[in-house]
């Protein structure tokens, strides 16, 4: 399974949880897993999700999140776990 971790931080308001799973969606990218909270009211999310069907490049996708979050003033990293792994390994 080719994976990826989808990171979302901001200031909260209604429907972030849903737009990025829509964005999420319309790449065919399968939300395996998810933790959000909001701290005072910084609203934080990680998402790991499959990518292994998107229906465009992982390039596109990663460039279709972060226009999704400067739309909706968030900041919305995607990393794909490759990368992701090779970053935290001790």
């Known amino acids: 399974m080719t994976r990826a971790v989808v ?3 901001g200031r909260d308001h209604v429907g972030i949880m849903a737009r990025v ?3 999420c969606a319309q790449a065919n990218a399968n ?4 933790s959000q ?7 934080t ?10 229906n465009c490049d992982f390039d596109q996708f990663v460039a279709d999140m972060k226009a999704l979050g400067d739309k909706m003033n968030l900041k919305i990293h995607v990393m794909h776990e490759d990368i992701f792994s090779s970053m935290h390994r001790v």
Do not use: H, K, P, R
């Open 45 to 54: 999310m990680v998402m790991l999700v499959n990518i292994q069907a998107l």
């Open 7 to 9: 990171t979302v931080v």
């Open 31 to 34: 939300i395996i897993d998810i």
């Open 37 to 43: 909270t909001v701290m005072n009211d910084i609203f």
């Open 21 to 23: 799973a829509e964005g």
